[in-house]
């Protein structure tokens, strides 16, 4: 028993500590655009066609003349119940062609399988 004890003692006088840090994250950053992963804070806007050319924010976060390791910048989004569903259906809209073709593919598969499983 004093073996264990012993030996459990060690243990925990050796181990580091396992206390989690907490961190300013870019996906909770209000200047954060998620389905680009960049950041509006960092870029500039093209002149000649007036899009907007943004830095991605991990390039961001490495370099600490931006918004660094400690996220100099960060600001909390308050938005998340209209910013997050708003950036998930912008990005959907990309894939619209594809719901038709899943939607039929669906209703193959439904129908073969009633077939082949009628009683």
Sequence with gaps: MKLLSLCLFIFITTTESTRI?????CKDCKHFIPYKEEC?????TD?????????YAK????NE???G???KYFQENTNKIITVPYYFILHAIRYWPLTPVLFLFYI???????LLHHE
């Design 108 to 114: 193959y598969v439904d129908n073969l399988y009633k």
């Design 65 to 67: 003349t931006k918004c």
């Design 69 to 71: 390791e400690d996220a």
């Design 40 to 44: 509006i804070l960092f870029g500039h």
């Design 21 to 25: 840090i907490p961190r300013k994250l």
């Design 47 to 55: 002149l000649v066609n007036g899009k907007n050319d943004y830095n």
């Design 59 to 62: 390039t961001a976060r490495n």
